[in-house]
């Protein structure tokens, strides 16, 4: 597949956050898919009084691992939870401004957040298994979605629990509670069930910061394996992590966007002096 | 290094008050005072009421004026001001007491001489309690010959001959009456429903009704001739049962005739072996698990109370619970939150503890006479005319529906509860993965907070087991004549008043005449209502523990 635009110019239209409105490819009769999945224009959310979010432009490549960092409470979460709309769920949340998924506006109040939420998967910090086996877990999202074949169900379940490295140690127990397996393996089975929906995206918020660093180190390799199918969007407050898993790389700092580029060249050459401050640690 | 041990002392002293040891053994105590209160409580009303089927030994007293006496010693008593001691002695064969007492306090001082004669007698009658004799003799139609000097083999062989002529001649006698009572019931409802629509009826239509009347009033008229006839048969034949008796004689030596029909049991017990006596125990366990009252309640079993008892907590939770269960949905998940929701949880919460009693007048006047008012104004209009109402009067369905708002506000918290202290995050992955709101509260959050609203259900339960103060208002009865089920269409007769556990309490202990002789019924009564709810909250906990392992929360 030819890329539309090259690797500098995509990383220069990132930066500015208005390169390659997918709209318009879409209506290209080209046949070619955008290399930006996602794509936010001036989004600003505020909690009641509260503004959380200012005028974040950014663009999110297709099947690339994009991680936001920024120090705690700098709204790294609230613009991840802006893309499946899961700010919905809380009260007292305004969001202004545009987010495109595949050029669909997500902030349109006609969309089908159901369908939305199925085309782009969430993992949480906490990997929360439903109280269900195994199977029944990976099974949830296509039970929910009307799906009662079984012969579909337990492909799609092997398939996922495969892709999420975790067939080889449950196989043998599918149909026993989620509840006795360990935390790194929660973590891998909520993948397993985000994925199992067949979403375009998984957004991931800080997964492994609640496992050891083994269990961390397994759910890092399974990113770098589901990056060839999936695009992912990963908030980490870990650096190092950020720069080992991902390939572009946001800083968010009090709401705002502070800098967004290739991870090498952020974490190497910083353009801002915020960047800089926060990644050797002077504040943050 | 003495400034070290100084110091150190000083800490220790410090670190007494600093790491909250008075604390520490303050709640300790605290919880070993309840603990004991609560098992000192249990132990006193189990003893009380297990050692009541004891068959304990008969004791012959001589009195000092040579009068003798038999009896049981049931309590001891000092005097304070005199310190003269004194026996209380259960000397049943009420009949001899000019006052009919079967107890009697007897100072020490005046007994000469204490005997345990071997061959004395405990009777168990069907009416004035216990008899307390010597067998001298049998006598009567259905026995060989009079036999002087019989023995317990034949007294046996007499009880079963006359309980087999009862059963030959008089239980269908019995049986006949009864189905010619409900008959004759059936016959007098009809006849007044004629009689009501006659009263608004005019020209031909009353005619026929008239003549309807008539027929209805022959066929009643028949129907009580023959019952009366079959009355005056059995009254015959019971009269000539009745002549077959047991001769007793008293310490004394006087001879009483007592009748074997009227004989329950009759035992032993200064020769009983322990297994006979167990055996008689368990006995008489059974009979108060499986048999009727007796005896304005003071004896026999309380078989209908324990049903009444179970069927209105069912009621109950029937009707309460799923309402309950809805109610504490809508507050916890689709309730905006604001000040009204904040209110309407102040209010349920406040509704739990209005007195109970005052849930029982509300019953009165909703469910009883509203509600079973305008039934029976639509359906038995000639009952409510007659004053005799059908649901326009206490009954097992008003009072479990009374309970059942009694322990509503229990239901609805503990819902509402469960399901808000269930972590955010189970919802947030259940709709980041497409799922509705509803789905998300069938398949993940209830059965997550199940065990929280069975937790819910197990303290209605319990509550509406043991309260008593709003059943009198709306169909508690202390003897109820048939169960609120039976084999009779429609099976559920819900409109029936029922006896409860909790009211034998009250009516047995404080409203009977005789305090003595009821005394190990109220223990025993006591006892069977712990069980019982005992029974019921295991029931749920074992099914909450069930539910919480398969739906434990864990969070990583």
């Not at chain 1, 490819?25 to 009084?49: F, N, R, W």
């Not at chain 1, 009260?91 to 669909?104: K, P």
């Not at chain 2, 009809?190 to 209805?216: C, H, M, N, P, Q």
């Amino acid at each position: 597949m030819l890329p539309l635009v090259t690797e500098s110019a995509l990383n220069a239209g990132l930066r500015n956050g208005v390169v390659n409105r997918p709209t318009v490819d879409m209506e290209k009769p080209t046949g070619h898919i955008s290399e930006i999945i996602l794509q936010t224009q001036e989004l600003c959310v505020s909690y009641g009084a509260k503004r959380v979010l200012h005028n974040i432009s950014l663009s999110i490549p297709r099947r690339k691992v994009t991680a936001i960092i920024g120090p705690s409470g700098c709204g790294k979460s609230t613009l991840l939870r802006c893309f499946n709309r899961m700010n919905d769920l809380l009260d007292n949340v305004q969001t202004t401004g545009s987010i495109l998924f595949e050029g669909v506006e997500v902030n349109d109040p006609a969309l089908d957040v159901i369908e939305l939420r199925r085309r782009v998967g969430m993992v949480f910090q906490k990997a929360v298994p439903f109280p269900k086996s195994i199977y029944e877990n990976v099974a949830y999202g296509l039970r929910i979605a009307g799906i009662r074949n079984p012969r579909i169900l337990d492909e799609v379940v092997e398939r996922s629990l495969h892709r999420a490295a975790l067939w080889d140690e449950v196989k043998n127990r599918l149909r026993e509670s989620a509840l006795g397996l360990s935390g790194g393996q929660h973590q891998r089975l909520c993948i397993a069930r985000a994925i199992a929906v067949n979403p375009a995206v998984i957004l991931m918020d800080e997964p492994c910061s609640a496992l050891d660093p083994r269990a961390a180190a397994r759910i890092e390799d399974l990113i770098g394996e589901l990056r060839e199918e999936y695009t992912l969007v990963i908030v980490t407050h870990n650096m190092q992590q950020a720069a080992r898993v991902s390939d572009y790389t946001a800083f968010l700092y009090e709401g705002e966007l502070v800098e967004y580029g290739p991870t090498r060249q952020l974490f190497t050459k910083p353009e801002k002096k915020q960047t800089e401050d926060y990644l050797t640690g002077r504040f943050g | 290094m003495e400034t070290k041990s100084l110091s150190l002392g000083r800490k220790r002293a410090d670190y007494f008050w600093r790491r909250g040891e008075p604390l520490v053994w303050a709640t300790a105590a605290a919880l070993a005072a309840v603990l004991l209160f609560i098992a000192g409580f249990l132990a006193i009303i189990a003893w009380g009421g297990l050692r009541a089927f004891w068959p304990t030994a008969i004791v012959q007293l001589t009195l000092a004026d040579g009068r003798s006496l038999f009896g049981r010693i049931t309590a001891q008593e000092t005097n304070p001001d005199t310190g003269e001691e004194s026996l209380q002695i259960k000397v049943a064969n009420r009949e001899q007491d000019p006052l009919r007492q079967d107890f009697r306090w007897l100072p020490k001082s005046e007994i000469s001489h204490l005997a345990y004669p071997e061959k004395v007698l405990v009777l168990e009658r069907v009416e004035n309690g216990d008899w307390y004799g010597c067998l001298q003799g049998l006598s009567g139609p259905h026995i060989e010959a009079s036999q002087q000097q019989p023995t317990l083999q034949d007294f046996a062989a007499a009880m079963g001959r006359v309980r087999r002529e009862k059963a030959a001649h008089i239980d269908p006698l019995n049986a006949e009456i009864f189905s010619l009572g409900g008959e004759l019931q059936k016959v007098g409802e009809k006849l007044l429903k004629v009689r009501y629509r006659i009263s608004r009826a005019t020209g031909a239509e009353a005619e026929r009704l008239a003549a309807r009347a008539d027929e209805l009033e022959t066929r009643s008229r028949h129907l009580k001739d023959r019952s009366d006839e079959l009355g005056k048969l059995r009254r015959q034949k019971l009269a000539e049962l009745r002549r077959n008796v047991a001769v007793m004689g008293d310490a004394m030596g006087n001879e009483t005739q007592i009748a074997l029909l009227d004989i329950v049991r009759a035992y032993q017990p200064n020769v009983m072996s322990t297994p006979a006596k167990l055996f008689h125990y368990f006995r008489k366990l059974l009979e108060l698990l499986w048999e009727n009252p007796r005896e304005s309640n003071t004896e026999g079993g309380l078989f209908p109370a324990i049903f009444g008892t179970v069927m209105m907590v069912f009621l109950m939770a029937v009707s309460c619970f799923p309402l309950g269960v809805l109610a504490g949905i809508y507050l916890g998940e689709y309730a905006r939150k604001g000040m009204l929701r904040q209110l309407v949880r102040i209010a349920v919460n406040n509704m739990a503890g209005i007195p109970s009693i005052v849930y029982g007048v509300f019953g009165l006047g909703f469910f009883v006479y509203g509600i079973g008012g305008k039934l029976d104004l639509w359906f038995y209009p000639e009952r409510a005319a007659a004053g005799t109402p059908v649901f326009g009067t206490g009954g097992i369905l008003w009072a479990s529906l009374t309970m059942g708002l009694l322990t509503m506000p229990v239901v609805i918290v503990a819902c509402e509860e469960a399901l808000r202290t269930i972590p955010r995050a189970f919802g947030e992955c259940s709709q980041a993965l497409g799922a509705t709101k509803f789905q998300t509260l069938v398949r993940v959050k209830l059965p997550v907070a199940a065990p929280g609203i069975l937790t819910g259900f197990i303290l209605a339960m319990a509550r509406a087991a043991g309260e008593v103060a709003p059943l009198m208002l709306t169909g508690v009865v202390k003897l109820a004549p048939q169960l609120p089920v039976d084999g009779a269409f429609p099976f559920f007769h819900l409109e029936r008043k029922f006896m409860h556990l909790g009211f034998h309490i009250y009516d047995v202990g404080f409203q009977s005449p005789n305090v003595e002789a009821c005394k190990p019924m109220v223990y025993l009564t006591a006892l069977l209502l712990l069980t019982l709810v005992l029974l019921l909250n295991g029931l749920a906990m074992g099914l909450r523990g069930r539910l919480r392992k398969r739906y434990r929360v864990s969070m990583f």
